[in-house]
């Protein structure tokens, strides 16, 4: 309203006056009520314009505040006590929700579903929220950057990121996963950078990271991993950073790294590698590759323990088997299970090709059956059948290995089992092939005469001449 001389004013003067006049106070008017914010701000927050911004962190809520404007773009609620995240408690539209340092121990399947604009929602450091239901991000198909590190997830379900197509950084790391589902991150095509460090993670599956093909970080180092199957990280194919310190891993096949050729920067120390036959194809992928790479100390064997397995010599490897193609470890394994795992020659096994076997109780041995034919024609039929390995009732009952069954028994060989494996015509001269049956060590009956001849021959000679 205008006051009395303003009034008097508007009335005395000119037709251009007044119009001025009018237009002064209009503007005036106008400015006042845009600066007025359409909706209050909540108790205990702060608001500000240009983004529109709300800030309620540290003041003990115990849930979503209401009255948070529904234009919000930006909404802090960190550093509260907020126990449970439901459909309902988001009543406005935001771009970035900061939920971090609260006592979350629930969120409802769709609590976020309402957020369809939100690009960054950040729930790290809740220590109660040790699971998620499927379901929790569904609607968040704009979403680039979820973080949840901190917050003791001991597993993940399946479909918990269904159609986030657009996330591009996962931050999961020192939580307590101690595995991977298989395809757990297919949908998220567009994701650049993933943390899985601090956990508990065991293996690492063939498709434990499918879908990932435009991961360029990838974070796995303080877990307890031990096997990683040779195909895992096939998707990878532009990661230019991977960390794997800090790990039990005893080994690594070299189809693992040669899937992720655009590493630039790789990390694998801190781990027990053995250096045995084992670490061939990972030592000829260090071989040809430029990349910046930590050291890899060997522990084991002890002649070897302490040296970098980068830089051993070929000779070292001189006494290996070549890699046997149908493994899917793609490596050359030295050491086999007694009950579960069959040594194959290079060629496709057939039943020509297959190995008599020698039951023992360290190990078992094998060799082709091109080696029978050193046994003389009077060995029986018999003496060769009780060479060949006999299963009892309990090594009967398990499953027979096939190459789709390896990765579930890699890593888990028999300690006993440490003789190094040949195949016939690879054997160095002396290497100690299992021993013939008993039978054809026997002389023959035509070697007995020739030494009786000889002896007989020998006795007369020395008569004569004495």
């Given amino acids: 309203m205008m006051d009395a001389g303003s009034s008097a004013f508007l009335r005395g003067g000119s037709a251009a006056q007044r119009i001025g006049g009018v237009s002064m106070w209009l503007t005036l008017w106008l400015t006042a009520l845009s600066c007025t914010p359409a909706q209050g701000c909540p108790r205990l927050c702060v608001c500000y314009p240009n983004p529109m911004t709300v800030s309620c962190q540290a003041q003990n809520f115990t849930s979503v505040p209401v009255g948070v404007p529904y234009n919000s773009q930006r909404v802090f609620l960190q550093n509260n006590q907020i126990t449970e995240l439901r459909v309902d408690s988001f009543g406005f539209e935001t771009q970035v929700l900061w939920l971090f340092s609260n006592n979350i121990t629930w969120i409802e399947a769709g609590a976020f579903s309402e957020l369809r604009e939100l690009e960054e929602l950040d729930l790290g450091d809740?220590?109660?929220?040790?699971?998620?239901?499927?379901?929790?991000?569904?609607?968040?198909?704009?979403?680039?950057?979820?973080?949840?590190?901190?917050?003791?997830?001991?597993?993940?379900?399946?479909?918990?990121?269904?159609?986030?197509?657009?996330?591009?950084?996962?931050y999961l790391q020192e939580n307590q996963l101690h595995f991977l589902q298989d395809d757990l991150f297919s949908d998220l095509v567009n994701l650049n950078q993933l943390f899985l460090h601090g956990n508990r993670i065991r293996t690492l599956s063939e498709h434990a990271f499918r879908g990932l093909v435009n991961l360029d970080r990838l974070l796995l180092h303080d877990n307890r991993i031990r096997q990683v199957h040779r195909r895992a990280f096939r998707d990878l194919g532009r990661l230019t950073m991977l960390f794997?310190?800090?790990?039990?891993?005893?080994?690594?096949?070299?189809?693992?790294?040669?899937?992720?050729a655009s590493v630039q920067f790789l990390r694998l120390n801190g781990n027990p590698w053995s250096c045995g036959c084992e670490a061939r194809s990972l030592w000829e992928f260090f071989r040809g590759a430029r990349i910046s790479s930590s050291e890899l100390l060997c522990s084991s064997p002890s002649t070897r323990r302490g040296l970098d397995l980068r830089f051993l010599r070929e000779m070292d490897f001189a006494l290996c088997p070549l890699p046997d193609p149908g493994s899917l470890a793609g490596t050359t394994t030295t050491t086999f299970s007694t009950k579960?795992?069959?040594?194959?020659?290079?060629?496709?096994?057939?039943?020509?090709?297959?190995?008599?076997?020698?039951?023992?109780?360290?190990?078992?041995?094998?060799?082709?059956?091109?080696?029978?034919?050193?046994?003389?024609?009077?060995?029986?039929?018999?003496?060769?059948?009780?060479?060949?390995?006999?299963?009892?009732?309990?090594?009967?009952?398990?499953?027979?290995?096939?190459?789709?069954?390896?990765?579930?028994?890699?890593?888990?060989?028999?300690?006993?089992?440490?003789?190094?494996?040949?195949?016939?015509?690879?054997?160095?001269?002396?290497?100690?092939?299992?021993?013939?049956?008993?039978?054809?060590?026997?002389?023959?009956?035509?070697?007995?005469?020739?030494?009786?001849?000889?002896?007989?021959?020998?006795?007369?000679?020395?008569?004569?001449?004495?």
Avoid at 138 to 159: F, K, N, T, V
Avoid at 249 to 258: K, T
Wanted: proline share 6%.
């Fill in 126 to 170: 809740n220590p109660s929220l040790r699971r998620l239901e499927g379901g929790a991000f569904r609607g968040l198909e704009r979403l680039q950057s979820l973080h949840m590190h901190r917050c003791r997830l001991a597993a993940l379900p399946h479909d918990i990121f269904h159609k986030l197509y657009s996330l591009q950084f996962l």
């Fill in 244 to 260: 794997l310190f800090n790990n039990s891993l005893a080994e690594l096949p070299g189809q693992v790294l040669r899937d992720t």
């Fill in 340 to 466: 579960t795992r069959w040594w194959f020659s290079k060629a496709k096994p057939v039943s020509s090709t297959k190995g008599v076997f020698e039951k023992s109780s360290e190990t078992v041995k094998a060799f082709p059956f091109s080696a029978s034919k050193a046994l003389d024609s009077s060995v029986s039929n018999s003496a060769v059948a009780s060479a060949k390995y006999e299963f009892d009732e309990e090594e009967a009952a398990l499953p027979k290995l096939d190459p789709e069954e390896y990765w579930a028994n890699y890593g888990n060989e028999d300690a006993a089992v440490t003789g190094l494996r040949c195949f016939e015509l690879e054997c160095p001269p002396g290497f100690d092939l299992p021993s013939l049956p008993a039978a054809a060590s026997c002389p023959t009956s035509s070697s007995a005469l020739s030494v009786v001849v000889f002896a007989v021959l020998s006795l007369s000679v020395h008569m004569l001449v004495g």
